[in-house]
């Protein structure tokens, strides 16, 4: 299975400014997705990592609020754009392989002062 | 809308006993079902999946079952360990090649009596 490793694993950040998440695969990968957790909920789709175009937001998520890129088919990033404490959570960098399980990495805890 | 959920959102059970959790889902297109497992600290990992036309598959020590009928889903941890001590979520794939979704229930916290 795929190995996701996320970089930072956790920050503490101040509030109106930007954090850019990154997340590596150790192999090429079909879809890329992140991730929402607050604190003891569930898992909420942001958007899907498009490789070479836009990338596709869920509902409630806007690009200009969340931009991703995905220059390749193991590399993508998340950008959490000027933060305010409501956007302290954890964020979720995940990877799938055409008719393999979906994997998850370890997450970015962020925090917003 | 249609989604994913849990009967329990906690469950105690001591060393060595089986362990139930379960899930409900409302979606009749869900063709596939993932069971992962979150410790602290971490992201969730893969314990097991199940396709629409199984109701019921195997690993080491967990099985989950699927019952379209009543559109439930249990996965089973047979002789319980203190390591099994995590958050449970179950997801249901909806979509066909190249377009689905994820979706994932609320989460069981199980907690393993020594």
């Known amino acids: 299975s795929a190995v996701i490793s996320q970089k930072p694993s956790r920050d503490i950040c101040q509030r109106g400014t930007s954090l850019t998440i990154q997340c590596q695969v150790d192999s090429q990968v079909t879809m890329m997705f992140w991730y929402r957790q607050q604190p003891g909920q569930s898992l909420t789709l942001i958007a899907t990592?498009?490789?070479?175009?836009?990338?596709?937001?869920e509902s409630g998520f806007v690009i200009d609020k969340f931009p991703i890129s995905r220059p390749n088919l193991t590399f993508s990033t998340l950008t959490v754009s000027n933060m305010s404490p409501e956007d302290s959570s954890i964020y979720l960098c995940?990877?799938?392989?055409?008719?393999?399980?979906?994997?998850f990495g370890d997450g970015t805890r962020l925090s917003i002062l | 809308g249609e989604s994913v959920g849990l009967h329990l959102p906690t469950l105690s059970v001591q060393e060595g006993d089986n362990s139930i959790i379960n899930c409900a889902y409302s979606n009749s297109a869900s063709d596939y079902f993932i069971w992962y497992k979150q410790e602290s600290g971490k992201g969730p990992q893969f314990i097991i999946d199940i396709r629409s036309n199984m109701d019921k598959r195997q690993g080491q020590r967990v099985t989950v079952l699927l019952n379209k009928t009543v559109k439930h889903l249990s996965l089973q941890i047979a002789a319980t360990q203190p390591g099994d001590s995590a958050v449970y979520f179950c997801?249901?794939?909806?979509?066909?090649?190249?377009?689905?979704?994820?979706?994932f229930g609320k989460g069981t916290k199980l907690s393993v009596i020594p």
């Open positions: 995940s990877a799938r392989q055409s008719n393999q399980p979906q994997h």
């Open positions: 997801a249901e794939l909806i979509g066909g090649a190249g377009s689905y979704q994820l979706t």
């Open positions: 990592a498009n490789q070479g175009s836009e990338a596709t937001y």
